[in-house]
């Protein structure tokens, strides 16, 4: 059976930044399919659950608060990336809007809810990886 990534927050694992889950009932069913791998980059970045929101200002992923947490972003995109090599992923599905998992829209940066074209950091650590990367609203594309 294939192996994909899947944000853990869409199969009801509580690691959102606001220490809740998103489940997604065709995200769950995709089990019957493929060998799911749950993965949070921002926990595995070393971020806590609940946490801040944050959003990403320019190349920084700055928190509400102001304080940087790039370092972990780019801490997790990495840990997932290599979960996803070690497993033979070639596909992954993922948070959509996420400043780690958004995939072509993201938040811009004001903490208004305003979205821009962009992805997260995660996301463009898999596609520079040849990794495709689906959100959980392009299920049919997988």
């Given at each position: 059976?294939?192996?994909?990534?899947?944000?853990?927050?869409?199969?009801?694992?509580?690691?959102?930044?606001d220490g809740k889950s998103k489940p997604s009932e065709e995200v769950i069913a995709l089990k019957e399919k493929y060998e799911l791998i749950p993965v949070c980059a921002e926990v595995l970045g070393g971020l806590s659950t609940p946490r801040i929101g944050a959003e990403i200002?320019?190349?920084?992923?700055?928190?509400?608060?102001?304080?940087?947490?790039?370092?972990?972003?780019?801490?997790?995109?990495?840990?997932?990336?290599?979960?996803?090599?070690?497993?033979?992923?070639?596909?992954?599905?993922?948070?959509?809007?996420?400043?780690?998992?958004?995939?072509?829209?993201?938040?811009?940066?004001?903490?208004?809810?305003?979205?821009?074209?962009?992805?997260?950091?995660?996301?463009?650590?898999?596609?520079?990886?040849?990794?495709?990367?689906?959100?959980?609203?392009?299920?049919?594309?997988?």
């Amino acid at each position: 059976m294939e192996k994909i990534i899947v944000s853990a927050c869409l199969l009801g694992v509580p690691c959102r930044y606001d220490g809740k889950s998103k489940p997604s009932e065709e995200v769950i069913a995709l089990k019957e399919k493929y060998e799911l791998i749950p993965v949070c980059a921002e926990v595995l970045g070393g971020l806590s659950t609940p946490r801040i929101g944050a959003e990403i200002v320019g190349d920084k992923v700055i928190r509400q608060d102001g304080v940087d947490v790039t370092y972990e972003y780019h801490k997790g995109a990495s840990e997932v990336l290599k979960i996803a090599l070690e497993n033979g992923c070639t596909k992954a599905v993922l948070k959509s809007k996420s400043p780690s998992c958004g995939k072509g829209k993201i938040y811009d940066g004001t903490y208004t809810r305003t979205l821009i074209d962009g992805n997260g950091i995660l996301t463009d650590l898999l596609l520079k990886n040849n990794i495709k990367v689906y959100s959980e609203t392009e299920i049919d594309k997988l």
